[in-house]
């Protein structure tokens, strides 16, 4: 008598486990979620990482580069807290007032002081200021008579503004004379306070 043995499919027809099926499904689809959520978190990751790239390469851009010097048109100077010695009475009556005038050649800018009585110690406290440009050169200080034009002019002086890169702010003292020409007499001296920038 012979004996034939077949083996027989689990899982019903075809030979598939329908339990072994969906599992394997499942961790399929559970596989396909993490691949997705680990691809969008590395993006995050890269995307972060290149915006902190750039961030720090603008962060030492901005610190490497020195910050740049005002142009011409920006600088400004105040002339403040004028003070003037003559060395002799501009005038023997002593009836006569005495006015400063502040002028600047380029752009042409002037200003007058307040009057001030005939003496050999004069003051003024006002400020004045200028703008300045590439042909801001001199600036020019005159104490006149006040009330009369040219021939009142008493004693003058002439400020250089290069002396202001080397020296932006703070007192300076120039020669008075009689007028701008070389060789002209000392008469006094004069004062002021010198501040030159952007304020």
Known sequence: MAITIQPKARGGPGGRD???????????EA???????????DHQAHECT?????????????????????RAHELKL?????????????????HINTVCIVQLNDPLQR????????????????????????KSKELHLQ??????????????????LDLFKKQPSGPQSFTLTRGSACG??????ITSVFLRGTW
Do not use: Y
């Open 18 to 28: 329908a339990h072994g099926v969906g599992h394997s499904e499942g961790a399929l």
């Open 31 to 41: 596989f396909g979620w993490f691949c997705l959520s680990s691809s969008a978190s």
């Open 78 to 94: 105040l002339v403040r807290s004028i003070r003037a010695f003559l060395l002799s009475e501009p005038d023997a009556s002593g």
């Open 50 to 70: 290149e915006a902190q790239s750039l961030e720090s390469a603008q962060s030492t851009a901005q610190e490497s580069c020195p910050p740049k010097p005002p």
């Open 184 to 189: 002209c007499s000392v008469l006094g001296s």
């Open 143 to 160: 104490i006149s008579e006040a009330g009369r034009s040219s021939e009142g002019l008493l004693v003058t002086a002439t400020v250089p």
């Open 111 to 134: 200003f007058s002081s307040t009057l001030t009585k005939n003496t050999m110690d004069l003051a003024w406290e006002e400020e004045f200021a200028f703008q300045l440009n590439a």
